[in-house]
Nanobody, 126 residues
Framework: QLQLVESGGGLVQLGGSLRLSCAAP????????IGWYRQAPGKEREGVSC????????NYADSVKGRFTISKDNAKNTVYLQMNSLKPEDTAVYYC???????????????????WGQGTQVTVSS
């Protein structure tokens, strides 16, 4: 069963930054498109960002455009989500998964290829 491992979450103040990491034990992330999702308390899980297998295509939810940056380091077999200018509404558990492709319709309507992991908690205080 394919499952990725998220890390890097924490408590940060309004306007602060965090970098989340997504590792893939035993897999080569360069062959997969990866999506970041988040789920806030009482809300549905939503797509945040995605990156294609080559890293050449990225997409973002409107709510994070200009603040979040997704990247892939194939040498380290890790995908990152750099989050800047954080807001309280960014508070959520963040998940990374393998997806069929970095097309926003895929991110928002298709189930991921890999299983959901434990996620990493991001809390932004005001």
């Amino acid at each position: 069963q394919l499952q990725l491992v998220e890390s890097g979450g924490g408590l940060v103040q309004l306007g602060g930054s965090l970098r989340l990491s997504c590792a893939a034990p035993g897999m080569f992330l360069e062959t997969y498109a990866i999506g970041w999702y988040r789920q806030a308390p009482g809300k549905e899980r939503e797509g945040v960002s995605c990156i294609s297998s080559s890293g050449g295509t990225t997409n973002y939810a409107d709510s994070v455009k200009g603040r979040f940056t997704i990247s892939k380091d194939n040498a380290k077999n890790t995908v990152y989500l750099q989050m800047n200018s954080l807001k309280p509404e960014d508070t959520a558990v963040y998940y990374c998964v393998i997806i069929e492709g970095c097309i926003w319709q895929v991110v928002t309507t298709r189930d991921p290829v890999s299983s959901w992991g434990q996620g990493t908690q991001v809390t932004v205080s005001s």
